[in-house]
């Protein structure tokens, strides 16, 4: 499995992952429309100005994205989303993984962040098993009935 940039048609496969503004919500957050379009979804993931990432398996496949960014010295990482078909396998944590070790490389931190809506139980899951915990902002997170977690 591989980090590689995205291409138009990962991003038409990924529309199709959220079926509905209530799914879309959970995995945005804020500010992202809905419905949407290619021009507003490739818009609204501000690609041309944050590291953004698929994992493909060895055949191919897309299975996941993700991208990351710096923030409080951190390598923090966001819009994690496993493909629906592959979810239950493992691949969020190859994902991050792939996306902690790529981030280490380029921005040169050993501390990894992200924030998760306090109701997304599998992903927290999923997260605390990578090896994320809770932990204080410094801010108050400017969006609701989220948490923050750590990984050193």
């Given at each position: 499995?591989?980090?590689?940039?995205p291409?138009?048609?990962?991003l038409?496969?990924?529309?199709?992952?959220?079926?509905?503004?209530?799914?879309?919500?959970?995995?945005?957050?804020?500010?992202?429309?809905?419905?949407?379009?290619?021009?507003s979804?490739?818009?609204?993931l501000?690609?041309?100005?944050?590291?953004?990432?698929?994992?493909?398996s060895?055949e191919?496949?897309?299975?996941?994205?993700?991208?990351?960014?710096?923030?409080?010295?951190?390598?923090?990482?966001?819009?994690?989303?496993?493909?629906?078909?592959?979810?239950?396998?493992?691949?969020?944590?190859?994902?991050m993984?792939?996306l902690?070790?790529r981030?280490?490389?380029?921005?040169?931190?050993k501390?990894?962040?992200?924030f998760?809506?306090?109701?997304?139980?599998?992903?927290?899951?999923?997260?605390?098993?990578?090896?994320?915990?809770?932990?204080?902002?410094?801010?108050?997170?400017?969006?609701?009935?989220?948490?923050?977690?750590?990984?050193?």
């Open positions: 499995m591989k980090l590689i940039y291409i138009e048609n990962h038409v496969t990924m529309m199709d992952w959220f079926s509905s503004e209530q799914e879309l919500s959970n995995w945005s957050g804020p500010n992202f429309r809905y419905p949407f379009n290619l021009y979804f490739t818009e609204d501000n690609m041309s100005s944050l590291s953004s990432f698929v994992l493909i060895n191919s496949e897309f299975l996941a994205f993700g991208k990351f960014y710096q923030r409080l010295d951190k390598c923090h990482l966001g819009r994690l989303v496993v493909n629906p078909q592959f979810r239950g396998k493992g691949i969020a944590a190859i994902l993984s792939h902690c070790e981030g280490r490389q380029e921005l040169k931190l501390e990894y962040s992200l998760v809506l306090a109701h997304n139980e599998s992903a927290i899951k999923s997260y605390q098993k990578f090896g994320f915990s809770f932990a204080n902002y410094p801010d108050e997170i400017p969006l609701a009935n989220c948490v923050y977690m750590v990984k050193s």
